[in-house]
C-alpha cells in the first residue's frame, strides 16, 4: 500500500514523511488509520483544522447544501452562499471589532492571497520594494516565496527573487531595536533602500520557529507604517481565526493594518479557501485584475459561516485561554524542567519547544518517539529545531493532556539517551 505513493506519487511530498501511515478517517482531534490506529493530532493540518476534524456543527450545514444541490461552483459570481458568509463575516467580525474592510476572495491557498496582498500594495502607492522579516514563512509562489525567508525554499524558485528587503525580527537578533533599524534605513539618505510599498509580517512566525513579536513593537511599527506611508500587511494564514485565543492574531496590540491575508482555518472545515481584507481606500483593483477559476469555493462559504457560528456559540476564545494555561503550566512545569536551556515561546493554542541547542537530531527522535506512540506533532524553526505544539481549538482536555504526557515522556526518553551518550 505504501509503496503506491513511494513508486507513483512525486518526490515533493513531504508531511508523509513524518508521519508514514495512511490516514482513513478523523474526527476532532483524531486521526485514524486504514487499520484503525489512533493518533492524537497537535499539528491540526498545519492550522487549517482550528474547529477539529469533522466537526458536526459544520458537517450538517455542508451535508445540506449538497444534498439540495446547491451551487458548487460559481467562479466569482453573486451566490447566496457567498454573501451569507459576507454578511455574517461583517456581523460577527468586522463590526463588533470596529474593522472597516472590504473582502477580496482570492485563489483557494494562502499563497494566492499573499500574492494578491502584495501586487495591490504596488499597485496603490506604485513602489516596487517590500521589508519581510528573517524567519517569515508567506507561501511558496514566486511572490510570497520572495518574502519568505528560508534559503533552500528560495533555492527552488529557479531565478532571483528581487525587490525584498529582509530585516531581524522582533526579539530575534540580539540588541536590536529593528524599529529603529528600519526607520535609519527609510531616514538615511545613504541607506541604499529605497521606501517601500509594504512591510508584509507574521505577528507569530509559525513556520519560522513560534516567534512572537511583542504588541508593544508591533504598534510602534504600525506607527512606522503610518508614518512612512508604508502599507502594513498582517498575514494572519495561520495564527489567525482564533488560534492565539482572539480571532486576528493582532488584536493584543490593538493596531489594525492596511491589509490581512487570511486562509487556512477561514473556511473552518478544511476546504480551500483565502481572503484579503483590505481597507475600502486601498480597493483599486479593475475588475479581473487578480483573477482565478477557483476564488470562493461554495463548501468553504457554507463551512466558513457555519465555523463562526461555532466560535460564538461554544465560546471558543474563553475555551483558548482555558487550554493556553494549561498548556504554558504544563511547559514550564514538566518541559522546562528537563534542560535550563530550553526556550519556551507561544500562545492560545500555538506553543513552540525550542530546542536548538541539543540539535537537529535531538528534536527529529523526540517528534519520531511522539509519532511511534500516537502523537502527530511536527517541528518548525531553523533546522527544525522547533517542537511545534498546535492541535486543534477544539481539542479535548483528556487528549491535550495525554498528547502532553507523550511529548513529557518522548522528549525525557531521548534526552535521557543523549546526556547517557555524552557520559
Ligand atoms: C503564515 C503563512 N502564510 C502563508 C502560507 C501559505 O499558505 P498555503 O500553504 O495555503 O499556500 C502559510 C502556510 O503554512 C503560512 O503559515
Known amino acids: 500500500m505504501m509503496n503506491t505513493f513511494e513508486v507513483l506519487e512525486s518526490n515533493v511530498r513531504s508531511y508523509c514523511r513524518s508521519f508514514p501511515v495512511v490516514f482513513n478517517k478523523a474526527k476532532n ?23 477539529g476534524h469533522n466537526n458536526d456543527f459544520m458537517k450538517h450545514r455542508i451535508l445540506d447544501y449538497v444534498t439540495a444541490d446547491r451551487i458548487m461552483h460559481g467562479l466569482d459570481m453573486y451566490t447566496t452562499a457567498k454573501q451569507e458568509f459576507i454578511e455574517s463575516f461583517s456581523e460577527r467580525i468586522l463590526v463588533p471589532k470596529q474593522l472597516n474592510y472590504k473582502l477580496q476572495f482570492c485563489g ?37 516565496l520572495s518574502v519568505t525567508s528560508n534559503r533552500s525554499m528560495r533555492a527552488s524558485a529557479g531565478i532571483t527573487l528581487d525587490n ?13 531595536d529593528t524599529i529603529s533599524y528600519m526607520e535609519h534605513l527609510l531616514t538615511d539618505s545613504h541607506s541604499g533602500v529605497e521606501k517601500p510599498a509594504a512591510i508584509i509580517l507574521e505577528t507569530i512566525q509559525a513556520e519560522g520557529g513560534i516567534n512572537m513579536a511583542d504588541a508593544d513593537w508591533l504598534v510602534d511599527l504600525r506607527h512606522l507604517c503610518t508614518a512612512h506611508d508604508i502599507l502594513l500587511i498582517i498575514d494572519d494564514i495561520q495564527v489567525g481565526c482564533g488560534r492565539t485565543g482572539s480571532f486576528f492574531s493582532f488584536e493584543r496590540a490593538g493596531i ?28 483599486v483593483w479593475s475588475p479581473g485584475e ?33 487550554k493556553e494555561a494549561f498548556v504554558q503550566q504544563f511547559l514550564r512545569d514538566s518541559i522546562q524542567s528537563i534542560d535550563p536551556f530550553i526556550r519556551i515561546r507561544g500562545m492560545g493554542l500555538i506553543w513552540g519547544i525550542d530546542v536548538a541547542h541539543l540539535g537537529e537530531a535531538f528534536a527529529k527522535e523526540v517528534t519520531e518517539l511522539c509519532f511511534r506512540r500516537g502523537l502527530i506533532i511536527e517541528r518548525a524553526g531553523r533546522n527544525d529545531t522547533v517542537i511545534k505544539i498546535m492541535p486543534a481549538l477544539t481539542v479535548s482536555m483528556e487528549n491535550l493532556r495525554k498528547g502532553c504526557d507523550i511529548l513529557k515522556e518522548s522528549m525525557e526518553q531521548v534526552y535521557s539517551s543523549l546526556v547517557t551518550s555524552v557520559m
Open 290 to 322: 487578480h483573477n482565478g477559476t477557483f476564488r470562493g469555493n461554495q463548501l468553504a462559504f457554507v463551512a466558513a459561516k457555519a465555523a463562526l457560528e461555532f466560535r460564538d456559540a461554544v465560546g471558543l476564545d474563553e475555551q483558548v485561554k482555558e
Open 164 to 176: 525584498v528587503t529582509f530585516i531581524p525580527y522582533y526579539n530575534t537578533f540580539s540588541g536590536l
Open 29 to 51: 482531534d483524531m486521526l485514524y488509520t486504514d487499520s484503525g490506529e489512533g493518533y492524537i493530532d497537535f499539528f491540526a493540518g498545519a492550522g487549517a483544522l482550528n474547529y
Open 108 to 144: 483557494p491557498t494562502g499563497t494566492n492571497a499573499v500574492e494578491a496582498a502584495l501586487k495591490l500594495a504596488r499597485k496603490v502607492t506604485k513602489r516596487n520594494g517590500v521589508f519581510a522579516f528573517m524567519g517569515a514563512f508567506h507561501g511558496m509562489s514566486l511572490g510570497s
Open 256 to 283: 489594525v493594518p492596511d491589509i490581512v491575508v487570511l486562509s487556512k482555518s477561514i473556511s473552518g472545515y478544511g476546504m480551500p479557501m483565502s481572503l484579503l481584507l483590505l481597507k475600502p481606500e486601498l480597493d
